[in-house]
Each structure stands twice: as C-alpha cells, then as structure tokens.
C-alpha cells in the first residue's frame, strides 16, 4: 500500500488536473478520524474527508482486476451510456412521463464480461458504469474482506448521530472519467473510496433554488436540471450564484456526505478506473423543531407539498398553474 504522503502528493496532483467550472469551489476539509472537529461536523451535517478510518481497509486490494478473480459469476448492474455522463433515472416513475427517453440503459452482467468490455473499450464506444448493491452471491474472498471493515467505527457513528438502519453498500466501478451528475440523496452517507481517485463538487441543501431539481415525479426526481459542462443562465439565472465545495478522495479516504446535499461526482480523468463503496444510512428521527428550519428541512417539507398536490390534482399539468395562483400578487 501506498504510504500516507504518497497518497498526498498524487491528491495534490490530481487536484491541479481536474475541471474547473463556472462557480467557485472551497475545500472540504480532511481531518483525521479521531480529531473532534471531524465530530463537530458530522454532527452538524457538515461535509468531510477522513482519514485513517481503515473502513475499508480490508479492500484496498480490490482492484478491477481483483474482483473480477474473486467477486464470482453472479450479474451486476452495468449503466451504459453514450457519454461519460450517467444522469439517474427512477425505472418506477417513467410511466409518469410518456415522452421520457432513458439518457442510459442498464444491463446485468458478470464482472467479467463488464471488465471486458472495458478492457477492450475504444473512442467513440458506449462507456460503462457498474452500480450495484453488494449482496452474499459473492465469492469468499469477497465475503471474508467485507466482514474485515471497520464496522466497529461505523457503528459507532451511526450510533453517536442518532441514524437509523444502514441501508445498503452500493459497490461502484467506474471506467475513467464517468461522471454522476448533480443530484441529491435522502440518505445520509459514508462514501469510501477504495481505488482510483474520485472529485466531489458539493452544494449544501440551501442551494436548491440555484440548482433547479426535476419535479417530483419525474424519473429525474432528485437530480439537476442544469448541465455544469453547458450553463444555460438563460433558462437558470440563480445558477449564476452557485458556490461549492470540493473534496479530491484517493483510496482509503471516506467522505461524510450529509443528507439533502448536493453532490457530483468524477471519475478523475486521467487516472484509471475507480472502485468504490458507500454506506447508505437512513436519517435519525427528526430533531426537536427549533425555528427558522434548517434548508434541509424545508427541502423536505417542499417534497411533501409537491408530492400531496400532484397527487390531488391527478396531472402534473396543473401544478404550475396552481402554485401561481396560490403565490403570485399574493405573496409576491
Ligand atoms: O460515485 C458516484 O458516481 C456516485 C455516488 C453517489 O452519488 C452516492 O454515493 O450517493
Ligand atoms: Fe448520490
């Protein structure tokens, strides 16, 4: 394994290389698993990289080519999409939608047939994104690295900031330079990087207005409607006031990606595949109300309004001109 300063000096690398897009970006910061200002955020639902966590120490050796020997012959999910973007769609919400193209197909397959389809991918070909939640059809080896995370220090933080359940471990293998556009989560999250090197862009639950998601029930539900690669400032002028955040995670890092953050995430080009895996974690019960709400909650309290009226009206046509109505001259 690459020594600590190794690690650095590549982030630092990787950190001059990557994109720069039209809004400006602060680091997030990388702290050490046991200094208490790591505590202070993840309490506070504040977003940061940790070190030395060894969450997911017992997988450093998962390689592409590592899983491909070990993970077994079960079918993986495999995205497949004709640029390196992979913008999320809910299958169960495209009958809402009858004009909706998928932007990707997916496919199951084994882990071999997608390395090999990465191995022997040219310019110009489809690119190719495994996600898919790990689950005991894979082989011991497998099994016997999963059992060896740190599950005590994540327990104990699940435990600490109250969470419900975990979820599940989305296992994620990337060709180089995949991106995952824009979008939130209802889950709070605990991603580890395991191989490669990852940029997260983040924008904290406030941002909403500058981000535009899709309505509720569309497919694209959670995800942004704006392209960072194209800004349209005509169609989305707040965009123009968006700041972020970046965190650059080399393998071993873990960031803390709290609940209702936005978050898109890249493959770092130039540097090869990524590997890796993520705790999904449900939400503690909410907090005692303490006003004016916190922009998370109020993100939450628009889904269910959103969701009731689309629901009583029976045509999301007629939420538009509703919500005028109800604002405009009156509130406005
Ligand atoms: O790593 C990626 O490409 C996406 C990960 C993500 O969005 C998540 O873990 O919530
Ligand atoms: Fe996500």
Same mark, same amino acid.
């Given at each position: 394994?690459?020594?600590?300063?190794v690690?650095?000096?590549?982030l630092?690398?990787?950190?001059?290389?990557?994109?720069?897009?039209?809004f400006?970006?602060e680091?997030?910061?990388?702290?050490?698993?046991?200094? +208490? &200002?790591?505590?202070? !955020?993840?309490?506070?639902?504040e977003p940061?990289?940790?070190?030395?966590t060894? =969450?997911?120490?017992?997988?450093l050796q998962w390689? *592409?080519e590592?899983?491909?020997?070990n993970i077994?012959?079960?079918t993986?999910?495999?995205?497949?999409?004709?640029?390196h973007?992979f913008?999320?769609y809910?299958?169960?919400k495209?009958?809402?939608?009858?004009t909706?193209?998928?932007?990707?197909?997916h @496919?199951?397959?084994?882990? @071999?047939?997608? =390395?090999?389809k990465?191995? &022997?991918?040219?310019e110009g070909e489809?690119?190719?994104?495994?996600?898919?939640? !790990?689950?005991?059809?894979v082989?011991?080896?497998i099994?016997?690295?999963?059992?060896a995370?740190?599950?005590?220090?994540i327990?104990?933080?699940?435990?600490?900031n109250?969470?419900g359940?975990?979820t599940s471990n989305?296992?994620l293998?990337g060709m180089?330079?995949?991106?995952t +556009?824009v979008?939130y989560?209802?889950?709070?999250?605990?991603?580890?990087?395991v191989?490669g090197?990852k940029?997260f862009l983040?924008?904290?639950?406030?941002m909403f207005?500058?981000?535009y998601?899709?309505?509720?029930?569309?497919?694209h539900?959670?995800?942004?409607?704006?392209d960072?690669?194209?800004?349209?400032?005509?169609?989305f002028?707040r965009?123009r006031e =968006?700041?972020?955040? @970046?965190?650059? !995670?080399? *393998?071993?890092?873990? =960031?803390?990606?709290?609940?209702?953050?936005?978050?898109q995430?890249?493959?770092?080009?130039?540097?090869?595949?990524?590997v890796?895996v993520?705790?999904w974690?449900?939400?503690?019960?909410?907090e005692?109300i303490?006003?004016?709400l916190? +922009?998370? @909650?109020?993100v939450a309290?628009?889904?269910?309004?959103?969701k009731?009226i689309?629901?009583?009206?029976?045509?999301?046509e007629?939420v538009? +001109? !509703?919500?005028?109505?109800m604002?405009?001259?009156?509130y406005?």
């Amino acid at each position: 394994m690459a020594s600590a300063s190794v690690v650095d000096s590549q982030l630092n690398e990787v950190a001059t290389k990557v994109k720069q897009y039209h809004f400006p970006v602060e680091s997030i910061p990388r702290l050490s698993y046991d200094d +208490p &200002e790591a505590e202070r !955020l993840i309490r506070n639902e504040e977003p940061v990289i940790l070190t030395g966590t060894n =969450l997911v120490a017992s997988a450093l050796q998962w390689s *592409p080519e590592y899983l491909s020997n070990n993970i077994g012959h079960g079918t993986y999910t495999v995205y497949s999409s004709k640029n390196h973007k992979f913008l999320y769609y809910d299958d169960k919400k495209i009958c809402k939608v009858p004009t909706f193209t998928p932007p990707t197909t997916h @496919q199951d397959m084994t882990f @071999q047939d997608f =390395l090999n389809k990465v191995t &022997e991918w040219k310019e110009g070909e489809p690119y190719n994104y495994l996600q898919q939640s !790990l689950n005991d059809s894979v082989g011991p080896q497998i099994v016997q690295d999963f059992a060896a995370f740190n599950w005590k220090w994540i327990s104990d933080e699940r435990a600490k900031n109250n969470w419900g359940a975990l979820t599940s471990n989305l296992l994620l293998v990337g060709m180089d330079g995949v991106v995952t +556009p824009v979008h939130y989560d209802e889950q709070q999250n605990f991603f580890a990087q395991v191989h490669g090197f990852k940029r997260f862009l983040l924008f904290d639950p406030s941002m909403f207005g500058c981000l535009y998601p899709y309505p509720v029930f569309h497919p694209h539900d959670r995800q942004s409607q704006v392209d960072f690669d194209n800004p349209d400032f005509d169609r989305f002028p707040r965009l123009r006031e =968006l700041k972020g955040r @970046q965190a650059i !995670l080399g *393998p071993g890092d873990v =960031l803390y990606l709290p609940v209702y953050w936005w978050h898109q995430v890249e493959s770092v080009p130039g540097y090869g595949m990524t590997v890796s895996v993520n705790f999904w974690y449900k939400s503690g019960p909410t907090e005692k109300i303490v006003y004016p709400l916190k +922009p998370h @909650q109020k993100v939450a309290m628009m889904r269910n309004i959103e969701k009731m009226i689309t629901e009583a009206l029976n045509n999301p046509e007629e939420v538009p +001109p !509703l919500l005028q109505d109800m604002v405009l001259g009156r509130y406005t």
